[in-house]
Antibody
Framework: QVQLVESGGGVVQPGRSLRLSCSAS????????MHWVRQAPGKGLEWVAD????????YDADSVKGRFTISRDNSKNTLYLQMNSLRPEDTAMYYC?????????????WGKGTTVTVSS | EIVLTQSPGTLSLSPGERATLSCRAS???????LAWYQQKPGQAPRLLIY???HRATGIPDRFSGSGSGTDFTLSISRLQPEDFAVYYC?????????FGGGTKVQIK
């Protein structure tokens, strides 16, 4: 079945880095654009970044611009989010999600998420 | 960026009742590029509606979406026990993608 599994979350000090991974299965990963969406504890959803099926197009939110980088390895069916210069306000559950249509649309499949806590 | 405002913040209803949720955009959402998601505690969001009115695969027909421009509505015709959750709207007509703050539908 179609599945997305995130990993790489954890507790990290402010200013440090972390790389999240999202392993895809059950569909042809290389033909779908992908997203990262986060949710701070008790808060709503915040779109973080997206990437086109071939990695040629990327877009990210102003809140993470210059600090986070989305990438993908289609040979490994894996999506990544490199997070640098982490701040306490980056503390959240991070979900990867598949784009339901093309690039920069809606999310039709979601992973269960991985938790990132930024704290000293 | 387009700001989405959802109302009410909380909706208290009984099973079997009709729920009407609103999502208002700060500017027109092009081509009705609006989606709705359901999220239950401890779970990832689930896509319900895309293109303002198209139900996603496997979504019961008691869920319906409508609207255009700046005003959109999600309706649940007869609330089932499993429908009590938080609902988010999301626009994808203009970058960056944005979500509304959510409406919690709780049991009265």
């Amino acid at each position: 079945q179609v599945q997305l599994v995130e990993s790489g979350g954890g507790v990290v000090q402010p200013g440090r880095s972390l790389r999240l991974s999202c392993s895809a299965s059950g569909f042809t990963f290389s033909t779908y654009s992908m997203h990262w969406v986060r949710q701070a504890p008790g808060k709503g959803l915040e779109w973080v970044a997206d990437i086109s099926y071939d990695g040629s197009k990327k877009y990210d939110a102003d809140s993470v611009k210059g600090r986070f980088t989305i990438s993908r390895d289609n040979s490994k069916n894996t999506l990544y989010l490199q997070m640098n210069s982490l701040r306490p306000e980056d503390t959240a559950m991070y979900y990867c999600a598949r784009d339901g249509y093309s690039y920069g649309y809606y999310m039709d499949v979601w992973g269960k998420g991985t938790t990132v806590t930024v704290s000293s | 960026e387009i700001v989405l405002t959802q109302s009410p913040g909380t909706l208290s209803l009984s099973p079997g009742e009709r729920a009407t949720l609103s999502c208002r955009a700060s500017q027109s959402v092009s081509t009705a590029y609006l989606a709705w998601y359901q999220q239950k505690p401890g779970q990832a969001p689930r896509l319900l509606i895309y293109g303002a009115s198209h139900r996603a695969t496997g979504i019961p027909d008691r869920f319906s979406g409508s609207g255009s421009g700046t005003d959109f509505t999600l309706s649940i015709s007869r609330l089932q026990p499993e429908d009590f959750a938080v609902y988010y709207c999301q626009q994808y007509g203009t970058s960056p993608l944005t979500f509304g703050g959510g409406t919690k539908v709780q049991i009265k």
